[in-house]
């Protein structure tokens, strides 16, 4: 079933009232209860404030799936049966565990906020609905030591751009998207003993988690190509300025060219991303404590502790990087 694209957008659309006949979520309809659509105005309003486009698209997306199959229902009419059609229309188009796990967290995530802001007694029927989250998930496999110094050795022969980029992901295990959204300002210290990237918000490309802000200190192919990043005469503030013409920064035609550049010197089944994979593994292999290794690489840590403080200092972090080169 293909939705038309107008369904949702704008969220002006008259709601639909077809609704007679339906088992209901709770034990009795509630009167004025907000609709689907009405509870995701609400939520985009309260919980999209400062979020990327991206946030509001994905959410829209979710619920706008759930109106074709079901109705622009009020909450309190939707049933078991509207989430496990929900669920086998998504499997049926083919949609990864991940990705189906993805539109039930947005459509769970609005229909909560809306229970929760209008003190709504009713249950919320797309929580716990099974489904298999490892259906056509492709495991992400790391790069070996010996072909990260090949792709290495290439990217210093081809010297351009897009080699300066893999080069630069290769030594540190940033995400490529936070590196192809860099400033050239956000290279700091080159000449000092303590060169590093600072990765941090920019309004053309967000960051994937609050612990993704973060230092990370420039060694080996890293600081070689973040050196000829600054010594480019590009006219642009933009450490790449072919990834960063529009808002947001391109991460997806980034992540396509230089895969497509990338297959013929690794493994198959690795990919750009597989450079965060093998930082993992090379701090782990130089017994890096695991908090330390969260830091360099922008992951969540657990524990409440791990809120407190600042974190490593640079040399500290320079320390293990150069144990793992």
């Not at 229970?115 to 790069?143: C, M, Q, T, W």
């Not at 995400?175 to 959204?181: K, S, V």
């Not at 130089?286 to 524990?303: E, F, H, L, S």
Request: proline share 5%.
């Amino acid at each position: 079933m293909r939705l038309a694209k107008s369904d949702v957008i704008g969220l002006s659309l008259v709601r639909d009232s077809s609704s007679s006949g339906q088992e209901v979520a709770s034990n009795q309809p509630q009167t004025n209860c907000p609709s689907l659509l009405d509870a995701l105005e609400v939520y985009l309003l309260h919980k999209g404030k400062g979020r990327p486009k991206t946030f509001r698209v994905a959410a829209e997306r979710s619920c706008n799936y759930l109106i074709g199959l079901s109705g622009n229902k009020p909450l309190s009419h939707y049933t078991r049966q509207d989430a496990l059609q929900f669920r086998d229309w998504l499997v049926a188009r083919g949609l990864t565990g991940s990705s189906i796990t993805r539109n039930f967290s947005y459509l769970k995530a609005v229909i909560n906020f809306a229970l929760s802001e209008y003190a709504l007694d009713i249950r919320n029927p797309f929580v716990g609905v099974y489904h298999d989250r490892s259906a056509g998930v492709l495991v992400r496999k790391p790069i070996p030591i010996e072909a990260i110094r090949n792709v290495q050795s290439e990217c210093h022969a081809i010297d351009d751009d897009m080699r300066w980029l893999i080069a630069l992901i290769s030594d540190t295990g940033m995400r490529l998207a936070e590196g192809a959204g860099l400033l050239k300002e956000d290279l700091v210290g080159l000449d000092t003993d303590l060169p590093c990237v600072r990765v941090t918000k920019h309004p053309w490309r967000n960051l994937k988690t609050s612990s993704s802000e973060r230092h990370i200190p420039l060694i080996g192919e890293a600081l070689w190509a973040a050196k000829r990043i600054v010594e480019a005469d590009n006219g642009s503030d933009f450490a790449f300025p072919r990834y960063n013409m529009t808002s947001p920064t391109a991460a997806n035609s980034a992540s396509a060219a230089l895969n497509k550049w990338l297959k013929q010197y690794v493994p198959a089944g690795c990919t750009m991303h597989s450079f965060r994979h093998s930082m993992r593994d090379r701090l782990r292999a130089v017994q890096c404590p695991a908090d330390m290794t969260d830091q360099i690489g922008g992951w969540m840590t657990d524990g409440v502790g791990q809120g407190y403080g600042s974190g490593y200092p640079l040399s500290v972090l320079r320390e293990w990087l150069e144990k793992a080169k």
